[in-house]
């Protein structure tokens, strides 16, 4: 009686236990909402390039739908005409606005946006709202690719393929199938080992949320009653949505894919319900041994397990003769086995790792939180596909760039954010975020090589106290050159192992002289330069030696981005930006972007860069942004590390600036330089952001002074003064000496030798 | 002699051109500046955002804070280089405040009129003003009652009672 009494009550014991856990954890995981993260709303305006922005195409990834006469046009519908485009803008909330359902009007001139008028009211609105798209959700901490679903999101023959082969009884067991471990036991008795699981979608299910996948009769009893638990407190179709989003599905690199949702992006390149009869069932077959049956590893493996699948599903009626016979000779095409072109997943991972600033982490993977970011998704897709196709097209060019083992390949990485606002508006951490997560936009520091130059020639413009120590019509000595250092002599070469002589500020710049530049830089004082580049947002340790002024400093992309985005704002600094609003399962809002500057350059000092980074990419080793037509300001700076191990772009508009990274994780030569490597992936970026013109216009502040001056010698160029060249002076620095009869004579380190150099060349250009 | 004369010259000019200011319509070309002026400058992108600016100025005349900086915010988001925008925000966080947001938004609205040629006595007022205000708030008196005097002389009008409404603004 006794024995009894403890055996019933330590079993008792052990079911509330089991009880605590399956309610504790599985609500936890199971039931939590997840975490939405959204892109920037796009906005429709009079003037917008309507084609530019893939009106059409956006509206049909946000799920409105072509209707077929303008008649009571419901919300989420349009209708496109020649002319005008009719379309009834759904209604959404955004943390800080409401915005209402509206039937509107586009009128259409050309490839803009005419006019935009609200019906019945014929209204004219000077801008409307595209309710935001999703980027992704999170779902735990795990690098895990996952598109949530919910049984409305997929076919009725996905499920019915998935319970055939599974777990046919599903709708009636209560959480165990005795039928079925019974069975599976005798085909296990009769092959003399285990062969066959008995396992229904709720073990499966319970499996993967608690236990480990060890075949014990203990972990199986348990398995067991957690299951029943589960049963007898959730309903079936919360049972089985999570288990449509639990369901590991396969391996994509080091990224474990769980879900139908994300297994038919995978698989087949589309969503999950969009599916068809023959997609689901291959979906379903290889429930079984993901990888061991994955149409990638065998296709007809899979193909023969599919077709199981297809047998079983007729032979339960789920599906009928015609259908069955249909989806069985349909060829299997699985999707290439290429990134998707939206994937914003490495920007999701910064979000994410930026959160917990902010917010609790813990909260943030359970509480359905909305993130709007500052993504502007267009411009995310077109980094994708620049940087994916630049990348292919080198290793096109360059075989020997090509390996076979994924985690080896050429890598890259693309980030552009608005200057004036820090929003970053796309970032492209890597070639294939399926197989490295590693995101060499903001986690990697590699040596930046010239892009840090400018940060030299901006010590050198600045008036600090007193006169700059060069003007743009300075001159720079590039002849060879030698620094005592710690370590040795340092010896500077430049690129194409010439010495350049006597050359203009802008000549050094523009050609990315690195002995002209050390010896500036040799004036100036590294301590000097460093201080100039944490003003510009530059936080990674800068070593203080000669070379740093040549780019030895390892550095991110998102801090040179922020660096060259002060110079593109004028030198008003933004902090970087990522996410807009931050709002609660309650619709409270956590947290308003608030937009950050400081001031940390004279604007007439920023705007001198700015010229001299322009005239780079119209003469100097960054020319090759304009080859293929895109017209408009742009300033940019090519960087190629020795040995061409990493290969830097670095280009500004007005309105946007945009850093490319190209290289190998573990270093090794890319083999061209970055006007090769990286320029053409940054002007496809930029050429399909712009549609090729650039707006907007590089502005000299008030204090810059705009005069002519003899390009020979630097001197203010008065009538009668044979050449001339326009150049910018920050008021107070024009020239002294005058052209025909003078020169500034503003020789770089102004020794004697180098005077005596300048006037050689200057007699002999005379 | 000559102080008394000078002193007397000088008061007159500041008295001159006092009355210049009240004299002169809010509205006119030569009172301070209105964003509603500039609204159909530029091309389509400026247009847009300057609209939006204004349609935060009417949220803003209505007390609905949070509706009026969205619309800002979007005015930024179609054309980042609107100073009327940062300007717009400058006298929210004025409002708020709020001095270092207001002066972080001014100096970006600063260096753009500057840089696109739009500085000029009439939106000077509002800069000076508005950053008199942000040292105000900061308990920088002496520098406050330089410019917010400075802003009171360029537009009296508008910056007699040290505020800009966003009805002035607007």
């Keep these: 009686m006794l024995t009894a009494f403890l055996g019933g009550f330590i079993t008792g014991s052990w079911v509330v236990g089991l009880d605590r856990i399956v309610t504790a954890r599985f609500d936890g995981q199971r039931f939590r909402v997840p975490s939405r993260v959204f892109a920037a709303p796009a906005i429709l305006y009079p003037g917008l390039d309507w084609k530019l922005i893939e009106l059409r195409e956006t509206m049909q990834r946000l799920g409105y739908r072509e209707a077929p006469g303008t008649r009571d046009l419901p919300p989420g519908q349009y209708v496109w005409g020649p002319s005008r485009v009719r379309v009834h803008l759904r209604a959404f909330e955004h943390p800080s606005r409401r915005e209402p359902s509206r039937d509107v009007v586009l009128r259409l001139k050309g490839g803009l946006i005419d006019e935009i008028r609200e019906l019945p009211s014929g209204i004219e609105l000077g801008a409307v709202l595209l309710e935001p798209e999703q980027l992704g959700a999170y779902y735990g901490p795990e690098h895990q690719q996952r598109q949530l679903v919910t049984l409305d999101d997929v076919p009725r023959h996905l499920v019915d393929a998935i319970l055939a082969v599974e777990d046919q009884r599903f709708e009636t067991h209560p959480g165990v199938d005795l039928q079925r471990i019974g069975g599976a036991a005798l085909a296990n008795l009769r092959a003399g080992s285990i062969r066959q699981g008995g396992s229904t979608l709720t073990q499966q299910l319970v499996k993967n949320f608690f236990l480990t996948p060890e075949r014990t009769v203990w972990r199986k009893a348990q398995e067991a009653v957690m299951a029943l638990l589960v049963e007898l407190r959730y309903d079936k179709r919360s049972i089985l949505q999570s288990y449509l989003n639990e369901i590991y599905l396969g391996q994509r690199g080091a990224t474990a894919v769980h879900g139908v949702g994300e297994a038919a992006r995978l698989y087949f390149g589309k969503t999950a319900i969009n599916l068809s009869v023959a997609e689901s069932a291959l979906i379903a077959a290889i429930i079984q041994s993901p990888n061991g049956l994955s149409p990638y590893r065998d296709l007809e493996r899979a193909v023969r397990r599919r077709n199981l699948v297809l047998d079983l599903m007729r032979n339960q009626g789920r599906i009928g003769d015609k259908t069955h016979s249909r989806a069985r000779t349909a060829s299997l095409r699985v999707a290439t086995v290429t990134p998707d072109a939206d994937d914003a997943r490495y920007f999701l991972d910064l979000v994410r790792r930026r959160l917990p600033e902010i917010y609790d982490l813990k909260a943030l993977r359970s509480d359905g939180l909305r993130i709007y970011s500052t993504l502007d998704r267009r411009l995310q897709r077109i980094a994708g596909i620049a940087l994916r196709e630049g990348l292919a097209r080198l290793e096109a060019r360059n075989p020997a760039l090509k390996t076979d083992d994924p985690s080896r390949q050429l890598q890259g990485c693309i980030i552009a954010m608005r200057p004036q606002t820090g929003e970053i508006l796309a970032m492209v951490g890597g070639r294939d975020y399926g197989v490295s997560q590693f995101d060499r936009c903001t986690q990697a520091r590699r040596q930046v090589g010239s892009v840090f130059k400018p940060f030299v020639y901006i010590a050198a413009l600045e008036p600090t106290g007193g006169a700059p120590a060069i003007t743009l019509a300075s001159f720079l000595d590039d002849s060879p050159l030698e620094i005592a250092t710690p370590s040795g002599p340092w010896r500077p070469k430049n690129y194409d192992g010439e010495f350049h002589g006597i050359v203009s500020v802008r000549e050094a710049l523009e050609r990315s002289l690195n002995v002209a530049t050390a010896r500036l830089a040799d004036r100036v004082k590294a301590v000097r330069i460093a201080e100039v580049a944490r003003r510009l947002g530059i936080t990674s340790p800068l070593p203080l030696v000669p070379s740093l002024a040549l780019g030895s400093a390892d550095l991110s992309p998102i801090e040179i981005m922020r660096a060259y985005a002060t110079i593109a704002s004028g030198g008003i600094r933004p902090e970087s930006q990522i996410i807009e609003d931050l709002v609660d399962a309650q619709g409270k809002t956590l947290e308003r972007r608030r937009l950050r500057f400081k001031r940390v350059l004279d604007p007439g000092t920023a705007y001198l860069v700015t010229s001299l980074l322009a005239g780079v990419a119209e003469r100097g080793t960054a020319a090759g942004v304009r080859s293929t037509g895109l017209r408009g300001p742009i300033a940019a700076k090519t960087g190629t590390t020795d040995g061409e191990r990493d290969l830097w772009f670095v280009g500004f508009t007005p309105e946007l600036v945009a850093v490319v990274w190209v290289g190998f994780d573990e270093p090794r030569s890319v083999g061209v330089p970055s006007s090769v490597g990286a320029l053409p992936i940054w002007r496809r970026f930029v050429r399909e952001a712009t549609g090729g013109e650039i707006r907007g216009k590089f502005l000299p502040p008030p204090g810059i002074e705009q005069v002519e001056i003899d390009p020979m010698t630097g001197a203010l160029a008065l009538a009668g003064c044979a050449e001339r060249r326009t150049e910018y002076f920050i008021r107070g620095t024009l020239p002294v000496e005058v052209c025909p009869r003078g020169f500034s004579g503003a020789v770089e380190g102004d020794s004697p030798g180098t005077r005596s150099e300048f006037f050689e060349w200057l007699r002999k250009r005379l | ?170």
């Design chain 2, 1 to 170: 002699m000559h102080r008394v004369l000078g002193g007397l010259l000088m008061g007159t000019l500041a008295a001159v051109s006092a009355v210049g200011c009240v004299s002169r319509g809010p509205r006119g070309e030569s009172g301070p500046l209105r964003i509603s002026e500039v609204e159909r400058q530029g091309d389509g992108a400026r247009r847009a955002s300057t609209r939006l600016v204004l349609s935060g100025l009417d949220f803003d005349v209505e007390s609905e804070s949070g509706r009026a900086l969205s619309e800002y915010e979007r005015a930024i988001q179609i054309d980042p280089t609107n100073p009327f925008a940062y300007l717009a925000v400058a006298r929210f966080y004025a409002d708020l405040f709020l001095p270092g947001r207001s002066l972080e938004y001014l100096d970006q609205a600063e260096l753009l009129l500057e840089s696109q040629g739009l500085s000029s006595p009439r939106v000077e007022a509002h800069l000076a003003g508005l950053r008199g205000l942000a040292h105000l708030a900061t308990g920088r008196f002496r520098e406050a009652e330089t410019l917010l005097g400075r802003a009171r002389k360029l537009a009296p009008s508008v910056w007699s009672d040290a505020r800009l409404s966003p009805d002035e603004l607007r």
